[in-house]
């Protein structure tokens, strides 16, 4: 039997799945590399949270066409709408916040090593208290 759900629903559901393993990932990682996922997720163009945003506006436009034809309540854009203002205020109040949650991501410093100097004594060589 041959699988009808069209490729956009199939790649929906493998996003969604994909989130489930991140999150599981994210519960075991390091400071480290929760940050640099976290940076990532929360990145407010190009992250999840920014395409999510993006996402929900789209579909906000979509629903308002249908109900502009009779197909859906107004509600739905309405609420699509509110979600992705939402998202985007979420992102705004996290943007101020993204470099502390950030920061463990960063690599540490190169630690430098220092030579201890030869102690110099004042005194001429050769002489002894």
């Known amino acids: 039997m041959t699988d009808t759900t069209s490729y956009p629903v199939r790649l929906a559901d493998d996003i969604t799945g ?3 393993t991140l999150n599981e990932h994210l519960i ?3 400071p480290r590399e929760a940050a ?3 940076a990532t997720v929360l990145d407010g163009e190009n992250g999840v949270l920014g395409r999510m945003t993006g996402l929900m506006a789209t579909g ?3 629903a308002k066409d249908l ?3 009779g197909l859906l309540p107004p509600e739905i854009p309405l ?3 509110r979600a992705a203002n939402e998202l985007h205020d979420i992102g705004l109040d996290l943007d101020e916040h993204t470099g502390t949650i950030t920061a463990p991501a960063a690599p540490p410093p190169a630690a430098t090593m220092t030579v201890p100097k030869p102690a110099v004594s004042d005194r001429p060589a050769g002489q002894h208290r």
Do not use: D, M, Y
Request: charged share 5%.
């Open 18 to 20: 994909l989130l489930h």
């Open 28 to 30: 075991q990682a390091t």
């Open 36 to 38: 640099q996922i976290l």
């Open 60 to 62: 906000s436009h979509f």
């Open 67 to 69: 109900s502009t034809r």
């Open 79 to 81: 609420a699509l709408g």
